[in-house]
């Protein structure tokens, strides 16, 4: 018993002599300072603990990654609801892009760009058609108006690589809807629409049938190509030879041209 | 022999010291200190905490003896409080080391402060939380090594029992 008391009291006495030699270390530091000690030790012992507290900090960030569990969930979670709200908006900005081409291909139709074909004509004895001398390499294709100016004067019926067959109004198979304007009245144009008819050619000229029965036409008003196939207002020529048949349900006419088909030296293929 | 020991130990002591720093700012020199005590032999208890304090007090850039101060202070604290509450493997026991683990952090704190600038340092509500959370967790190393230490003894005993 006596001998384990003093084993314990010398191991208490550690504690003493470390308390003593710790406040003798500190005066003599304090005071005369052992700078060579330091260096010795400093050189030895710095690289390891740098190496080891460089590896303590990795190994810090480590769990710190689970400890920030939490906030990387509830980030994600953000970033999430983030991505949805930017895909929403991707979507709607691809809904107005298609509206946009949309839109753009409906501008387009609408202002569709009409070229001018200047053709020379040409003489071959028919009455009923014209020759010109441009064809399929300027662009002009069956179905194009010919006209000079505002004037009506055929449609292309026949098309070759450096010439063209324009279709006049005279011809058998030129058949057109056209409306019937108060002569000297033009500009207002709605305002003074007396009928529509349809034009045809035959052996006495340009008829025009269908002209209704109670309109106010009479000779010399102004007969205008109003025409899909044509696209668009052309003026052909005057109301003349007006006649109505009181068994008849309409009045017919013919249609003295404006132009002289026989004199036209020039004239314009409107191609799209 | 024992030098090669001392000189390990050391090694290891500084090696886990700074390593356990960087990671927790855990202090392993003290939980060594307080678990080898009475449990080695004095001559090498003293060896060992006189160089390894020397050197970590180059490393922290302490004056000289700050690190053997902070260990003994508590040390003290816990010889003076054996005298009124047994010091074994049981709670009261190492309610008594709990004690001493956070003195030395709260030691920690201001003392190499106060002797390096002469300045006391301030030491807020969520410091003194810190230090009890690292002496808990101190507390459960202690226990650890505790428990390492009587099984090698027992081993060491059974290997005497049996070359008698």
């Given at each position: 018993?006596?001998?384990?008391?003093?084993?314990?009291?010398?191991n208490?006495?550690?504690?003493?002599i470390?308390?003593?030699?710790a406040?003798?270390?500190?005066?003599?530091?304090?005071?005369?300072?052992?700078?060579?000690?330091r260096?010795a030790?400093s050189?030895?012992?710095?690289?390891?603990s740098?190496?080891?507290?460089?590896?303590?900090?990795?190994?810090?960030?480590?769990?710190?990654?689970f400890?920030?569990l939490?906030?990387?969930?509830?980030?994600?979670n953000?970033l999430?609801?983030?991505?949805?709200?930017?895909?929403?908006?991707?979507?709607?900005?691809?809904?107005?892009?298609?509206?946009?081409e949309?839109?753009?291909?409906?501008?387009?139709?609408?202002?569709?760009?009409?070229?001018?074909v200047?053709?020379?004509?040409?003489?071959d004895?028919?009455?009923?058609?014209?020759?010109?001398d441009?064809?399929?390499?300027s662009?002009?294709?069956?179905?194009?108006?010919?006209?000079?100016?505002?004037?009506f004067?055929?449609i292309i019926?026949?098309?070759?690589?450096?010439?063209?067959?324009?279709?006049?109004?005279?011809?058998?198979?030129s058949?057109?809807?056209?409306?019937?304007?108060?002569?000297?009245?033009?500009?207002?144009?709605?305002?003074?629409?007396?009928s529509?008819g349809?034009?045809?050619?035959?052996a006495e000229?340009i008829?025009?049938?269908?002209?209704s029965?109670?309109?106010?036409?009479?000779?010399g008003?102004?007969?205008?190509?109003?025409?899909?196939?044509?696209?668009?207002?052309?003026?052909?020529?005057?109301?003349?030879?007006?006649?109505?048949n009181?068994?008849?349900t309409?009045?017919?006419?013919?249609?003295?041209?404006?132009?002289d088909?026989?004199?036209?030296?020039?004239v314009?293929?409107?191609?799209? | 022999m024992?030098v090669l020991?001392?000189f390990?130990?050391?090694?290891?002591?500084?090696?886990l010291e700074?390593?356990?720093?960087?990671?927790?700012?855990?202090?392993?020199?003290?939980?060594?200190?307080?678990?080898?005590?009475r449990?080695?032999?004095?001559?090498?208890?003293?060896?060992?905490?006189l160089?390894?304090?020397?050197?970590?007090?180059?490393?922290?850039?302490?004056?000289?003896g700050?690190?053997?101060?902070?260990?003994?202070?508590?040390l003290l604290?816990m010889?003076?409080?054996s005298?009124?509450?047994?010091?074994?493997?049981?709670?009261?026991?190492?309610?008594?080391?709990?004690?001493?683990?956070?003195?030395?952090?709260?030691?920690?704190?201001?003392v190499?402060?106060?002797?390096?600038?002469?300045?006391?340092?301030?030491?807020?509500?969520?410091?003194?939380?810190?230090?009890?959370?690292?002496?808990?967790?101190?507390?459960?190393f202690?226990?650890?090594?505790?428990l390492?230490?009587?099984?090698?003894?027992?081993?060491?005993?059974?290997?005497?029992?049996?070359?008698?």
């Open positions: 018993m006596k001998k384990n008391t003093t084993k314990g009291e010398n208490n006495i550690v504690v003493y470390s308390l003593l030699l406040i003798i270390l500190l005066l003599v530091d304090g005071l005369s300072g052992l700078k060579g000690l260096n030790i050189f030895v012992f710095e690289p390891v740098f190496q080891t507290n460089v590896a303590g900090s990795k190994t810090r960030e480590y769990f710190q990654t400890v920030n939490g906030n990387f969930r509830k980030e994600f953000d999430k609801i983030a991505s949805y709200e930017k895909e929403a908006q991707y979507s709607n900005y691809l809904i107005l892009k298609n509206e946009n949309a839109l753009k291909k409906q501008i387009a139709l609408g202002n569709r760009e009409v070229k001018y200047l053709g020379n004509t040409l003489r004895g028919n009455v009923d058609t014209l020759l010109i441009q064809g399929s390499e662009g002009i294709q069956q179905g194009d108006t010919v006209s000079v100016g505002n004037v004067v055929g019926s026949n098309v070759d690589l450096k010439g063209s067959v324009v279709r006049l109004p005279s011809d058998g198979n058949h057109l809807e056209i409306v019937v304007l108060k002569a000297g009245n033009e500009t207002a144009v709605s305002a003074n629409i007396l529509s349809v034009i045809s050619g035959s000229g008829k025009v049938e269908n002209i029965m109670n309109s106010e036409v009479t000779d008003d102004v007969i205008y190509i109003n025409d899909s196939k044509v696209g668009g207002f052309f003026a052909l020529g005057y109301v003349v030879g007006l006649s109505s009181p068994a008849s309409y009045k017919t006419a013919f249609v003295s041209p404006i132009l088909y026989d004199n036209l030296m020039q314009f293929v409107r191609t799209e | 024992e020991y001392l390990l130990t050391c090694f290891v002591a500084i090696f700074s390593f356990l720093v960087a990671l927790g700012n855990f202090r392993f020199f003290f939980l060594l200190n307080i678990s080898l005590f449990k080695v032999n004095w001559k090498f208890l003293l060896t060992f905490s160089i390894s304090s020397i050197i970590l007090d180059v490393i922290y850039h302490y004056v000289l700050t690190n053997l101060l902070l260990v003994a202070i508590p604290l010889l003076g409080i005298l009124v509450v047994p010091l074994d493997y049981n709670l009261p026991g190492y309610s008594v080391k709990f004690l001493c683990i956070f003195v030395y952090y709260l030691l920690l704190a201001f190499p402060g106060l002797i390096l600038t002469g300045n006391w340092a301030s030491i807020t509500g969520l410091m003194v939380g810190g230090m009890v959370l690292k002496a808990v967790i101190s507390m459960v202690c226990v650890a090594f505790d390492i230490w009587s099984r090698l003894r027992k081993r060491e005993e059974g290997t005497k029992l049996r070359s008698l």
